[in-house]
């Protein structure tokens, strides 16, 4: 066995200093730090889910290259005669199997097998999609404003008289949230209602004005600040 200067020095080492230097030796070894993964994954704190929040619809015509999914703005239809409407309830039919989207799937499926059977219909599909929105802890907003958004996108102008007069209170409603999924699935909604109704809107701004400006004065900062944003990419 080689021998340390020092060990040449001093002599030999007894069996028990060698025990004792081998246990100090692997002490050391657990000291000294592992290297750590990266991690990849971080969740967001409720005001940053607030700065995320999607209000860029007005702006946008197509695909956004820095989302990572798909907007409502980039589908397209399946069948000429079909609906955005119909293609989301499908779509949402296997994503969100809660009993609140399941009662609503089964009220508005008989009304939409077409463009015309939804134009035919659109009373109560729009009456329904309110209430059911208005629902107390409903577990389907999400899927119902992207419904709400695409029948705002095949109605068009035939949507206008029920977006004043019912939506735009029961979303401003849906705002009295400290919910950030929820503010953002509502203000997403919104934006794309203004994208698709937008011709109206600028020619009715004053009033819908008067419906949104309460929220200006909420008492949660975020939303006045959402509000503001919003109504400044309209105006």
């Not at 967001?44 to 860029?56: K, N, S």
């Not at 399946?78 to 609503?104: C, V």
Request: net charge negative; aromatic share 10%; charged share 30%.
């Amino acid at each position: 066995m080689a021998w340390s200067d020092e060990e040449e020095e001093q002599g030999p080492l007894t069996r028990e200093e060698e025990r004792k230097r081998k246990v100090q030796e692997s002490k050391n070894v657990k000291k000294k730090k592992k290297p750590t993964r990266e991690n990849r994954h971080r969740y967001l704190g409720f005001t940053e889910r607030l700065e995320a929040v999607q209000v860029d619809v007005l702006r946008r015509t197509g695909r956004d290259e820095g989302r990572s999914t798909a907007s409502l703005l980039d589908e397209q239809l399946r069948d000429e005669n079909g609906s955005h409407f119909e293609q989301q309830i499908g779509k949402w039919g296997e994503l969100n199997l809660t009993d609140d989207f399941t009662a609503f799937l089964n009220e508005v499926t008989p009304l939409v097998g077409s463009l015309p059977l939804l134009l035919h219909n659109k009373d109560g599909v729009v009456e329904a999609i309110v209430r059911h929105l208005s629902k107390e802890e409903s577990k389907a907003i999400k899927p119902l404003c992207a419904c709400l958004s695409a029948l705002a996108r095949d109605l068009r102008h035939e949507m206008y008289p029920f977006f004043k007069e019912s939506v735009v209170p029961c979303l401003v409603r849906l705002l009295q949230t400290t919910d950030a999924e929820q503010l953002e699935d509502v203000f997403s909604c919104f934006a794309y209602l203004f994208k698709f109704l937008l011709r109206y809107v600028v020619d009715d701004f004053s009033d819908l004005f008067d419906l949104l400006f309460p929220v200006l004065s909420n008492r949660f900062w975020y939303i006045r600040r959402l509000v503001e944003i919003f109504l400044t990419d309209v105006a």
